[in-house]
């Protein structure tokens, strides 16, 4: 879910949630992208390091991502908190709230970096605190918990949260196996089966669009018809197709597949740029809360699609001319100059999407962090990009605004990436 929404959210507007919008879906036939030889890193096991190409030694690398995670972790700016001896929660901390996005993003940075309690206390916080027991949302999660009061601030789930659950479940079950006090295999087969029985009651369906194929931006009522493109991470489905066993994998395969499509669609415009919320066609897709544009959620795009150029490398062709647009566009508008919300059209947006309290365009980390990582994409020649990220400082902005959760974990994750730490765990030999 957006990581700027609840500021919106506690002013009611977004209470309805789990309501149903009103709006139908649009539907388009895609061009599936054009078959290329698997040459991706899952199959060779190689995983590039763009830090190493951009002439940063190989103990800075590891100092700068230890010193990245210890500020969102550890730091006097943390956004993980302990709860008791066995659990814990990330917080946004501007926004006072535990959602699913940044639970699971914390547990894939705990798992790709090997820590073990970190993840497990992650798990457990969720699955105590969020997931939906029994009804019609069993299974699910519910997306936004406030840190204030410790109470739900909505039951409805948000896909992305389940998608990066499962994900780091059966990376976790691959790197640690399942006897160690979490059957990491059974708790992401439990999200996966609960979706394949959603029928409809209650108006709760798969997290998947099973018509289009599609990822769903919340897999209840009307919100089951269209979609977010950074929730298509079409990676995560070929993890899921190798890893979860549960039967549907030529169905995830196809969805892989379909992501792909789609993002040619979503992002077709010279810029690169793609709106936050589209039809499943790539069309816009208006709110009650924004009008279409590039946003925070849009943010998330670009490192995505590398990380599919990297571990899969199905569709290098297209990838390489998206991140050739999308950073020739950020380029022409100042390599440490740019804004953060765009119409597609390269245009600056007549509404700003407030972040937590705050209305204001600025040159944000979480997309320098981002846009560093579309460098995977072999385009940035000079490595500007990276060169960027890497004199960027996880930070208070000038005007005194931090955001150490979105900006801290775009800025982690894309860190990274491109120290080749970010990775797809294959099953180690548990003994």
């Not at 209470?15 to 149903?20: R, T, V």
């Not at 199959?43 to 800075?60: H, V």
């Not at 599609?214 to 919100?223: A, H, L, R, S």
């Not at 995560?236 to 066993?245: D, G």
Request: glycine content about 8%; charged content about 20%.
């Amino acid at each position: 879910m957006n990581s700027h929404l609840t500021s919106l959210f506690r002013t009611g507007r977004l209470l309805g949630l789990i309501s149903l919008l009103g709006i139908g879906a649009t539907t388009a036939v895609a061009q599936r992208p054009a078959k290329q030889p698997a040459s991706g890193a899952f199959y060779t096991g190689k995983y590039p390091s763009l830090l190493r190409e951009a002439g940063y030694s190989q103990a800075a690398i590891d100092q700068k991502v230890t010193q990245a995670y210890h500020d969102v972790f550890e730091g006097s700016n943390k956004v993980y908190f302990e709860v008791g001896d066995s659990m814990a929660y990330v917080s946004d901390v501007k926004n006072h709230d535990a959602r699913t996005e940044g639970m699971s993003y914390g547990m894939m940075v705990a798992v790709q970096l090997n820590k073990k309690e970190v993840f497990d206390r992650l798990w457990r916080w969720s699955k105590k605190n969020l997931q939906h027991q029994s009804g019609p949302l069993e299974g699910y999660f519910a997306w936004s918990f406030s840190t204030t009061t410790m109470k739900l601030n909505s039951e409805g789930p948000a896909s992305d949260g389940e998608l990066y659950f499962v994900t780091s479940l059966l990376f976790a079950a691959n790197r640690w196996g399942n006897a160690t006090g979490i059957n990491y295999y059974q708790e992401a087969r439990r999200i996966l089966d609960a979706s394949w029985k959603k029928d409809g009651t209650g108006g709760v369906r798969n997290l998947m669009n099973t018509e289009h194929k599609q990822i769903t931006f919340v897999p209840v009522g009307d919100m089951y018809n269209w979609t977010d493109p950074s929730y298509h991470l079409p990676a995560f489905l070929e993890v899921w197709a190798t890893y979860a066993k549960d039967g549907h994998e030529q169905f995830y395969r196809a969805c892989a597949d379909t992501s792909r499509a789609f993002l040619h669609r979503a992002c077709a415009a010279p810029t690169g740029l793609n709106y936050d919320y589209t039809e499943f066609s790539g069309k816009p897709h208006a709110t009650k809360w924004a009008p279409p544009a590039f946003r925070y959620d849009s943010w998330r795009v670009p490192m995505n699609i590398a990380m599919d150029y990297v571990w899969f490398g199905k569709d290098k062709v297209w990838q390489e001319q998206y991140a050739r647009r999308f950073q020739g566009f950020l380029r022409g508008k100042g390599l440490n100059t740019f804004e953060d919300q765009f119409n597609v059209d390269g245009s600056r947006p007549d509404f700003i999407l407030q972040a937590g309290d705050v209305k204001k365009l600025r040159h944000s980390l979480g997309l320098v962090a981002t846009s560093g990582a579309a460098s995977l994409m072999h385009q940035d020649r000079d490595l500007g990009f990276v060169h960027a990220l890497w004199n960027a400082k996880l930070a208070p902005y000038e005007d005194g605004y931090f955001d150490p959760y979105y900006d801290g974990l775009l800025y982690l994750f894309s860190l990274m990436h491109l120290s080749g730490k970010y990775q797809a765990i294959k099953p180690t030999t548990h003994h």
